[in-house]
């Protein structure tokens, strides 16, 4: 629950979690001869390029999340910025993807008062496997902000994981859609370097 509502957080409390004065390479110590990045000897991928920053979370949180802001700065100057997160243990409980992607969007952002559009569905392949995606965008509608939102829900094991976009932007300026070919890089360069947990109990 924990991992879940930290990723949840780093999403709208951008100030609070940001890395300050980010060192020259956060990922020192753990990069690969091919460039990627072992993270806890967990997860290996490539890391989002430049302008895209590491969030600082929990050390001992299995949650991964970049920030991109739009004039490339430090973070806080919400509504205009971008976040992609992995989360291991994404809302809802069900094993069903689609199931899954309803109960998530119950609980998603509900502290910052969105109201979602009925997501867009679709099946696409994630992880080496079957994995749903959903698009919709938000509205606060007290303070004229949106989001975009992408959720691609994939499995490890019969666990299931999601990896998320969101864009925040005034009610009245337009999203700018190709950080998200960034994201499905990510996506597409993000594997497991061990059995998790719970497949071990298997």
Not at 17 to 35: I, K, N, V, W, Y
Not at 136 to 150: A, Y
């Amino acid at each position: 629950m924990m991992r879940a509502l930290v990723t949840t957080a780093a999403l709208f409390l951008l100030a609070g979690c940001a890395t300050s004065g980010a060192p020259a390479d956060p990922f020192a110590g753990m990069r690969t001869g091919e460039g990627t990045v072992r993270w806890q000897e967990e997860y290996e991928f490539s890391p989002m390029p430049e302008p895209w920053r590491l969030l600082e979370l929990d050390e001992e949180d299995y949650s991964i999340a970049f920030f991109r802001a739009c004039d490339h700065g430090t973070p806080g100057n919400y509504p205009c910025e971008s976040i992609v997160a992995y989360a291991e243990e994404p809302f809802g409980y069900s094993r069903d993807l689609n199931q899954r992607q309803k109960e998530f969007f119950r609980r998603f952002l509900w502290a910052a008062r969105i109201d979602f559009d009925e997501p867009r569905v679709q099946r696409v392949r994630a992880l080496e496997g079957e994995a749903l995606q959903a698009d919709t965008i938000g509205h606060e509608r007290v303070l004229r902000h949106k989001v975009l939102v992408r959720v691609v829900f994939a499995r490890r094991g019969e666990r299931v994981v999601a990896f998320y976009f969101t864009q925040w932007r005034p009610s009245d300026r337009e999203f700018d859609r190709a950080p998200m070919e960034d994201f499905h890089r990510f996506i597409e360069s993000f594997g497991y370097l061990k059995p998790s947990f719970y497949q071990r109990l298997q």
